[in-house]
């Protein structure tokens, strides 16, 4: 079946330091993978959905400069917070797939900035 | 607002009950999809009803879809300790990648 496993499952960082985390889509080929971040109320924010072989989409309120993403292949995503800072922290997920229709999210990975 | 919300905010049954999950949303949508997460977890799909679409199933699961009130409801019947997770409604538009998720609902079922 489709899996997507992403590690670490969780971070701990210093305010203002910068750590990336890694997304993989085991058993099928996703040419798309969407980062959000929930917060600790639930709420869902997508950061920026990035397809293969094409410019890396960001929504509003989120860059590249602070979340540059790498996509190199069908299989493998990362995605690197810079400068962390309190309202970074979230549990950060990666839905992998074809379609909206067909998301794979992985256990995510959570982020506390000290 | 939120574009997409699920009532209650959280509920409780025992073990063997069964409970229905309402959801309403703001846009035009192609479809729509309840997701599970579990404590720890990411979000699993559950069900994706498309918009043509008035009523499906999977399992215990049974999710309904009123285009004309935006509203979708998930019920489950026979529900176990297991099903405790929170539950979102999600919707997609036409030409679209963003999911757009509720606040969600918390079902605890208890032995």
């Known amino acids: 079946g489709a899996l997507v496993y992403q590690y670490p499952r969780r971070t701990i960082c210093k305010s203002g330091t910068s750590m990336r985390m890694e997304c993989q889509a085991v058993?099928?080929?996703?040419?798309?993978v969407a980062w959000y971040r929930q917060s600790p109320q639930k709420t869902f924010e997508l950061i920026a959905l990035?397809?293969?072989?094409?410019?890396?989409?960001?929504e509003q309120n989120f860059t590249q400069e602070k979340f540059p993403i790498s996509h190199p292949n069908l299989s493998f995503s990362s995605m690197t917070v810079l400068n962390a800072y309190l309202e970074d922290r979230g549990l950060y997920l990666c839905?992998?797939?074809?379609?909206?229709?067909?998301?794979?999210f992985g256990s995510g990975t959570r982020l506390t900035v000290l | 607002s939120q574009l997409a919300e699920e009532n209650p905010w959280a509920l409780s049954v025992h073990e063997g009950e069964s409970v229905t999950v309402n959801c309403s949303y703001k846009?035009?949508?192609?479809?729509l999809q309840w997701y599970r997460q579990k404590s720890g977890e990411g979000p699993a799909q559950l069900i994706l009803?498309?918009?043509?679409?008035r009523e499906k199933r999977n399992g215990r699961l049974r999710a309904t879809l009123d285009t004309s009130s935006q509203s979708s409801s998930l019920s489950i019947t026979a529900t176990r300790c297991e099903d405790t997770a929170v539950y979102f409604c999600?919707?997609?538009?036409?030409?679209?990648?963003?999911?757009?998720f509720g606040s969600g609902t918390q079902l605890t079922v208890m032995p």
């Open positions: 839905g992998a797939g074809n379609s909206a229709e067909t998301l794979y």
């Open positions: 058993g099928f080929q996703a040419t798309s």
């Open positions: 990035s397809t293969v072989n094409s410019a890396i989409k960001y």
């Open positions: 846009t035009s949508i192609t479809a």
């Open positions: 009803i498309r918009s043509n679409e």
């Open positions: 999600a919707t997609a538009s036409s030409g679209s990648w963003q999911l757009i």
